[in-house]
T-cell receptor, first 112, second 112 residues
């Protein structure tokens, strides 16, 4: 199916475990983003990528790692999950040039 | 990117026009005004964007003042499904990373 998909949709993990959230887009968009949204708050940028093998930090990158070996995939890894990383994570993509961004449906992560 | 100010919440009667204001008094000449909305638990959805002129699409109209220091998003005939948080974002069309910076937004409640 065309679009941007995130997996899993829901995840519960324990403190200290490593967990990877997946994001896949079928449009070959150059730019991809990871945001987190805490309950009752707006979205904050974690990391972004302008192209394969090019990534950069956003507003709240600590505790997260990203990679972009292929244009269509942009996984987000929490190397050692903490309770403060309990949040809803949204992935987005855009072809760039000031066009609209498309968001995935989100992954709800709970760290216990 | 310029900072925006929006009222935290608004109500609108179903079938009436919803007018959502946004203040962006520090906007630069090359910054666009974007509007996104987020329906409960879903990823943000693009609505419309503009630079100087008023814009209209199938979802909404965007009215930008002549000095560009404020704008209004108009949903001409609001329905219950328009209940959402609406985000006004200003950014340079070709900014590095092309990322969106979200503020608190306006929570629009459409009532029967």
């Amino acid at each position: 199916d065309a679009g941007i998909t995130q997996s899993p949709r829901y995840k519960i993990t324990e403190t200290g475990r490593q967990v990877t959230l997946m994001c896949h887009q079928t449009w070959s968009h150059s730019y991809m983003f990871w945001y987190r949204q805490d309950l009752g708050h707006g979205l904050r940028l974690i990391y972004y990528s302008a192209a394969a093998d090019i990534t950069d930090k956003g507003e709240v990158p600590d505790g997260y790692v990203v990679s972009r070996s292929k244009t269509e995939n942009f996984p987000l890894t929490l190397e050692s999950a903490t309770r403060s990383q309990t949040s809803v994570y949204f992935c987005a993509s855009t072809p760039g040039q000031g066009t609209e961004a498309f968001f995935g449906q989100g992954t709800r992560l709970t760290v216990v | 990117d310029a900072k925006t100010t929006q009222p935290p919440s608004m109500d609108c009667a179903e079938g009436r026009a919803a007018n959502l204001p946004c203040n962006h008094s520090t906007i630069s000449g090359n910054e666009y005004v974007y509007w996104y909305r987020q329906i409960h638990s879903q990823g943000p959805q693009y609505i419309i964007h503009g630079l100087k002129n008023n814009e209209t699409n199938e979802m909404a109209s965007l009215i930008i003042t002549e000095d560009r220091k404020s704008s209004t998003l108009i949903l001409p005939h609001a329905t219950l499904r328009d209940t959402a948080v609406y985000y006004c974002i200003v950014r340079v069309a070709h900014s590095a990373g092309n990322m969106l910076t979200f503020g608190g937004g306006t929570r629009l409640m459409v009532k029967p």
